[in-house]
């Protein structure tokens, strides 16, 4: 049994925190509102009243809060991780954030005593509850075989894919592949609606074809439904599409598809529609086709 603390209980964080309570360790979470700590406390977590209260005896610390101002808001600082864990615990950062970032991070925590992975995940909702995330890790090879229990608790593809900052990276092309995915089944099923082609059988055909994907999965019906609840919000694929498409322009890579589909995210979150499920971008397909009032 593992001391864990877990920073951040929102849509991922109490999922990930209540199955590493089911795995057997001692969890201890921390969140800004109150509410969600109570839901982990219920599920047999302990509850703290401060990042440094959460994190003093913890052999692993986990982050999973949504952005780069966030992770660094919790690590820093008299209360933050970096100036009250324990000498030699790993730091687990599952948020996605900058990859920049990710590395200066790291090396803060370094010099604080502490033995950093970044550590973002794929899978969404569904993947933290059933403890099948993708996890793409950066770090030392040393720390990563060290954090195994942990990431076997939450996720089933876990993979060490270089030093710090390299998970983000990953992470980074994953939201691009995402993104575009969503893009383009919308534009599909706008389309076969036009026709008035029975949709469902339409993507079940689809599904089982070169077309299927795990997108077209979780998330063809949520567009055939119009429903679009959280899952993962807008306003967090618009900050992984604004960190792609600048980490693209300074490696002088050019990814046009990628461009255009964070200006159509953009623009959903310009809005008001930042709370909305990234299926939702699907919103905007149909609008730009007149076919929203359907
Ligand atoms: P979320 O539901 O918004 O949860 C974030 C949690 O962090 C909330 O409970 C929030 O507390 C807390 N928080 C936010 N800002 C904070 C701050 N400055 N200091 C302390 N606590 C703070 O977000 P999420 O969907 O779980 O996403 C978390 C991360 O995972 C993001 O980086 C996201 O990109 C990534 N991710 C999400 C998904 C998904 O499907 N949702 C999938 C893969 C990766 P409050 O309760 O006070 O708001």
């Avoid at 950062?93 to 370094?110: M, N, Y």
């Avoid at 954090?147 to 608790?153: L, N, Q, R």
């Amino acid at each position: 049994m593992t001391n864990v603390a877990v920073i951040g209980l929102g849509i991922m964080g109490l999922p990930m925190a209540k199955n590493l309570v089911k795995a057997g360790h001692q969890v201890t979470g921390y969140n800004r509102s109150q509410e969600k700590v109570d839901k982990l406390v219920a599920e047999g977590g302990k509850g703290a009243a401060s990042v440094a209260e959460a994190v003093k005896d913890a052999d692993v610390v986990i982050t999973m809060v949504p952005d780069s101002p966030d992770v660094e808001a919790v690590v820093t600082g008299d209360d933050g991780v970096f100036a009250n864990a324990r000498e030699g615990a790993l730091w687990i950062d599952f948020s996605t954030i900058r990859p920049d970032v990710a590395v200066q991070l790291a090396e803060s925590a370094r010099k604080a005593g502490l033995k950093p992975l970044d550590a973002p995940v794929s899978g969404g909702e569904a993947g933290a509850i059933d403890g099948v995330l993708s996890i793409m890790v950066g770090g030392e090879a040393a720390d990563f075989d060290s954090a195994s229990e942990v990431f076997d608790a939450v996720g089933k593809t876990i993979v060490h894919v270089g030093p710090a900052g390299s998970g983000q990276t990953v992470k980074a092309a994953n939201q691009l592949i995402v993104a575009a995915n969503i893009q383009a089944l919308s534009e599909a099923v706008v389309f076969l609606e036009a026709y008035g082609v029975d949709t469902a059988a339409a993507l079940k055909v689809l599904g089982g074809g070169l077309a299927g994907s795990k997108v077209l999965d979780q998330k063809g019906q949520k567009m055939l439904d119009r429903s679009f609840e959280p899952g993962f919000r807008l306003k967090l694929h618009h900050k992984d599409l604004n960190i792609v498409t600048s980490a693209a322009r300074e490696a002088g890579v050019t990814i046009p598809l990628g461009a255009v589909v964070a200006q159509l995210v953009g623009s959903m979150v310009n809005q008001g529609d930042g709370d909305l499920d990234h299926s939702g971008l699907f919103k905007l397909v149909e609008q730009l086709s007149g076919r929203d009032n359907d």
